[in-house]
């Protein structure tokens, strides 16, 4: 007589459902669509209006609140969070562009800093008024001011769940 090993029955909690019910479906796919459309309409606003991608607005501000508009690469790379190799690829096609330079730094010049450029001035500033402008017109102007109130709330909320702080931060 063979005897078979039982493995042991899972139990799920009944009140915890093992899928969402349709209304929160309905209600996820509505606020994930209204996301895309909505980043979807900035970024072609910037691309139309100022001739630059999501990206390079967003190499473009760092550097811009930057102390001296510049910084170490690896400095870029942390403050974004990107990849080492994006921010290589990116940085060099908007070396090309004439929006920013890289200097050398540091004792032996290994550190690599990239700074604004006089035209890479002009293209945040412009960029950065007509991004906010767009971003009050589609976001802020939709919203009361309880209902912008209880999203800050919310989101602050889920990043602290996600993406906890640190009690031991970097210096």
Do not use: C
């Not at 969402?20 to 669509?33: A, I, S, Y």
């Not at 606003?45 to 990206?55: F, T, V």
């Not at 930057?66 to 690469?73: F, I, L, N």
């Not at 209880?150 to 989101?155: G, H, P």
């Amino acid at each position: 007589m063979k005897l078979s090993r039982q493995l042991p029955v899972t139990r799920y909690d009944s009140a915890m459902p093992e899928t969402l019910e349709p209304d929160e479906w309905n209600f996820w796919d509505t606020w994930m669509r209204a996301q895309r459309l909505l980043v979807r309409e900035l970024d072609r606003a910037l691309q139309r209006d100022h001739g630059i991608s999501k990206a390079e607005f967003s190499v473009l501000v760092t550097l811009s609140r930057a102390s001296g508009g510049e910084m170490r690469v690896g400095e870029l790379v942390d403050s974004l969070e990107w990849e080492k190799s994006r921010v290589s690829h990116q940085l060099t096609r908007m070396e090309n562009r004439g929006f920013v330079a890289r200097t050398e730094g540091g004792p032996s010049g290994r550190r690599t800093r990239i700074g604004l450029t006089a035209q890479g001035r002009r293209v945040v500033q412009d960029a950065v008024r007509g991004h906010a402008g767009n971003i009050r017109r589609y976001f802020f102007d939709s919203l009361t001011q309880e209902q912008a109130a209880t999203i800050r709330e919310w989101s602050e909320h889920l990043i602290t769940r996600i993406d906890p702080p640190s009690d031991n931060p970097t210096p």
